[in-house]
């Protein structure tokens, strides 16, 4: 079988796929639709630990007579088309899935591009899912509400509260500066790499990274320093919109911004 194999692959991982894609054709036939390879192999980031994550896009009738299989060297996660193609909203269990699809390579493409697009699919957002996790699912203001927390407790020398509650802010301020730029939020642990590889527009890597270090240290300077590319970040959104629903958020903290502005 003719595989799109990325460069960076080792030879041992290369035999894997395609004893996978062979397995595979002959377990279903016409039923395989795709293979795409996620996780760390499928980033370039593979350490000789890794094993291969890979989605086998079947058929609804090969899907349903599938299940996953996991091993040391390869986990064969099985997914229908229309499920791929399905995109589930945030907060639902299936949105912490939605990343694992970005940046991934196809290896195997039997659905005339189907398949390429309901990757990019899941892994960005459209307006409205934009302004869900922006505010219906109030992720730009739970990041406020930790931010200032932390300064306060800065403000009354309780340091150690401070940190605690910048570290608790983390997840919230990731959700905003992601899908202010319309894309999912990365797993931890691609953070750094995403930033690199696929730069956000307002947040280069050498500029975020180091304000998260500094966060999670308890700086309220970079608590204030976030605070001001976040709010220049809503402000484009809101303009983007038609709407100032972010900066109402904001201006909703009213003399709470003196701490979170000084």
Same mark, same amino acid.
């Given at each position: 079988m003719d595989l799109q194999l990325p460069d960076h692959l080792t030879d041992a991982h290369r035999l894997l796929l395609n004893e996978? +894609?062979?397995?595979?054709?002959?377990?279903?036939?016409?039923? *395989?639709? /795709?293979?795409?390879?996620? $996780? #760390?192999? @499928?980033?370039g980031l593979a350490t000789h630990r890794s094993d291969l994550d890979v989605y086998v896009v079947l058929s609804e009738q090969a899907?349903?007579?599938?299940?996953?299989?996991?091993?040391? +060297?390869?986990?064969?996660?099985?997914?229908?088309?229309?499920? *791929?193609? /399905?995109?589930?909203?945030? $907060? #639902?269990? @299936?949105?912490?899935?939605?990343?694992?699809?970005?940046?991934?390579?196809?290896?195997?493409?039997?659905?005339?591009?189907?398949?390429?697009?309901?990757?990019?699919?899941?892994?960005?957002?459209?307006?409205?899912?934009?302004?869900?996790?922006?505010?219906?699912?109030?992720?730009?203001?739970?990041?406020?509400?930790?931010?200032?927390r932390a300064l306060k407790s800065d403000r009354d020398g309780h340091s150690l509260e401070c940190r605690l509650d910048a570290a608790e802010s983390m997840p919230w301020?990731?959700?905003?500066?992601?899908?202010?730029?319309?894309?999912?939020?990365?797993?931890?642990?691609?953070?750094?790499?995403?930033?690199?590889?696929?730069?956000?527009?307002?947040?280069?890597?050498d500029v975020l990274l180091p304000l998260l270090q500094r966060t999670l240290a308890g700086d309220p300077a970079a608590l204030r320093e976030t605070f001001t590319r976040v709010a220049a970040g809503c402000a484009a959104h809101d303009t983007a919109a038609g709407h100032h629903l972010t900066q109402e958020t904001i201006d909703d903290w009213g003399e709470g911004l003196l701490l979170l502005r000084s």
């Open positions: 996978l +894609a062979d397995r595979n054709q002959d377990a279903h036939g016409e039923g *395989l639709l /795709a293979l795409v390879l996620s $996780g #760390s192999a @499928g980033r899907a349903r007579e599938r299940s996953a299989t996991r091993s040391a +060297a390869v986990d064969e996660l099985p997914i229908s088309l229309s499920d *791929l193609e /399905a995109v589930p909203p945030f $907060g #639902s269990g @299936g949105w912490w899935f939605r990343w694992s699809f970005a940046w991934t390579p196809v290896l195997l493409d039997r659905t005339d591009g189907r398949v390429p697009v309901a990757l990019r699919r899941q892994a960005t957002l459209t307006p409205q899912e934009i302004d869900a996790v922006l505010l219906d699912h109030s992720r730009l203001d739970g990041w406020l509400n930790y931010a200032y301020l990731l959700d905003v500066i992601f899908a202010l730029a319309g894309r999912v939020r990365p797993y931890h642990k691609y953070l750094p790499w995403e930033l690199r590889e696929h730069p956000l527009p307002d947040w280069p890597a």
